[in-house]
Every structure is written in C-alpha cells, then in structure tokens.
C-alpha cells in the first residue's frame, strides 16, 4: 500500500495551485496524490459528485471540482471557481481521456468524434479557459500524450489519431505561449497500469457485435490477439505513480523538457519511427500477429 506523508490542516498559501483533469483513477489519482505530497493546493477534476467527494479524501489541500471537458459551461464553472480562491495558478496537468479500439473500418463516426473530442478538443479547451490565470503567474501547461502519438497503433486507430492530435497542440502552444513565460510539456509513457483498458476490453463483445460475420473473418485472430497483448501490458506496465513523478518534475524543474518520454516501451516506441516503412510494417504485424498484406 502506498504510504501518504501526513496531511496539512489546511491549504498553504505559500504554494500555489495545480489543475489536474480526470482524477478519479490511474494517472490522474497519482498526479494528485503526488502533488499533496509536496503540499501543492490541488483542484482535481472528476465528472461526479461523489468522484469530488472521494479525491478530497488524501488530502486536505485538495480540492474535487467537478468538471466535464467536453462541456465549454463546466469548464468556464470550474476555471471561475480556481480563479475565486484566489491562489496563484502554476500549473495545469491536462490528463481527462478516453481510449476507442477496433479496426477504423468498423469504427463508428460518433464515437471517433466523441474520441477527439474528450481526449484533444476537451485538453484545448481547459488550457484556453485557465491560460489567462497561468499567463499571471507563468505557469506551467502540461499535456498527458502517449506513445501511441509518435507510432500509430493497429486497432487502436482512434486513440492514436487523439494522442498524435494532442502532440500537434503541445508542440504549437509551446512556440506560441513562450513569449509568455509559459512552458508546455507533453508527458509520453509507454504502458502504465491504468483502468482505461480494461474498460476497453470490457466494450469487446459490442465491437464483435458491431463487426458480425464479415468483419470477424477480417479482424478476429488480430483483434483476439492483440485483446492478449493488452492484458499482458497492463499486467507488466509501469506503476502510474512514475508518470506522476515525471509530472511533478515538469512542473517544478526550472528548465522542463518540451517532451518526456517515460519507460523502455514507449522508447522502443519512439525508435520505430525511425525505421524505413517496410520494417516498421513487419513489426506491427508481428505484435498483433496480423497476416502481412498480399501481394
């Protein structure tokens, strides 16, 4: 069990406050626990009542705001509820995502939206509704991308495009926003063990549903294989407690890199980028065990 340094009585003024979206579990949870630790002022958004409930709980400098980001009156409420307590904003750690799998031939157009809506428009959106509080204080913009925004991934097409979508921004927003004092950082990790994809595979038998006869021919000895890989990824993935390491390090290093790349996967991952086409190819079959295309 994870042992928590004791809590301050109330907020210390002397720190300032960090936003982190989508705290209710994985990544999120870490990120606010680790920050607490370090006597941060924490507004952590959650999309429930009881989500806000339960994260004030490790500790007293946190604080459960609900937030949606895919809807532009919570996040103006929650950026008017910051600004209200009057404690200097220093950071934002943009981490609220959803994963959407299956073969892109299948993918349904309104839940693809509603991929890029949460995971790339909902991070915009944040950062525009708080960047007059951090542009203040010179703060700190920091997005949760993935390794899946350098590689794209088979069958998990959709999540890739957001995370590929999210890179774009954090590297654009960190030319245009350095005039301001404001460093943006994207946090790239390979596997960590999180919920968002166990409840991937808890949508497979909708997707086999959804492909019927004629797409499990196409797609179901890949699609069984690679439902293999990832349980054994989130079985061997890094704790999300070393992507909140990396973020706390975003935040308070004085000269933060513009990407950190966290754990040995997500360095392969990287790597594979760089290898011609055809090789890159053949590895991508391999690791979903797909059969190469016919020529």
């Known amino acids: 069990m994870r042992k928590h340094s004791k809590a301050p009585d109330s907020p210390r003024p002397e720190r300032g406050a960090v936003v982190v979206t989508g705290t209710s579990s994985g990544i999120g949870k870490a990120i606010v626990e680790a920050l607490s630790e370090r006597h941060f002022n924490v507004f952590a958004t959650v999309r429930t009542g009881a989500d806000a409930a339960a994260v004030e709980t490790v500790s007293a400098n946190v604080r459960g705001v609900v937030l949606d980001v895919t809807d ?88 890739s495009a957001s995370k590929f979508a999210l890179r774009a921004l954090a590297d654009a927003m960190r030319i245009e926003l350095a005039h301001a004092g404001i460093r943006v950082c994207l946090i790239e990790p390979g596997s960590v063990r999180t919920p968002i994809w166990r409840k991937g595979r808890q949508t497979r038998s909708r997707l086999e549903e959804r492909l019927g006869h004629a797409g499990a021919q196409h797609y179901g000895d890949a699609l069984r294989a690679l439902m293999r890989q990832t349980e054994n990824e989130e079985r061997v993935g890094m704790p999300p407690e070393r992507v909140a390491q990396i973020v706390l390090r975003a935040l308070t290093s004085r000269r933060p890199r513009a990407h950190y790349i966290v754990g040995a996967p997500a360095r392969i991952g990287a790597i594979l980028t760089l290898l011609p086409t055809s090789l890159h190819d053949r590895i991508m079959h391999a690791w979903v065990r797909s059969p190469k295309a016919n020529r």
Not at 98 to 120: F, M, S, T
């Open 72 to 159: 532009d009156g919570s996040v103006a409420s929650a950026a008017q509820q910051v600004a209200a307590s009057g404690l200097r904003l220093e950071g934002v750690v943009s981490n609220a995502g959803i994963a959407l799998g299956g073969p892109l031939e299948y993918v349904r157009l309104d839940e693809l939206r509603h991929q890029l809506e949460v995971n790339v428009v909902g991070a915009l959106a944040v950062a525009q509704a708080f960047l007059p509080q951090l542009r203040s204080a010179q703060g700190r913009l920091i997005f949760i991308g993935s390794v899946a925004g350098r590689i794209a991934m088979p069958f998990i097409g959709p999540y």
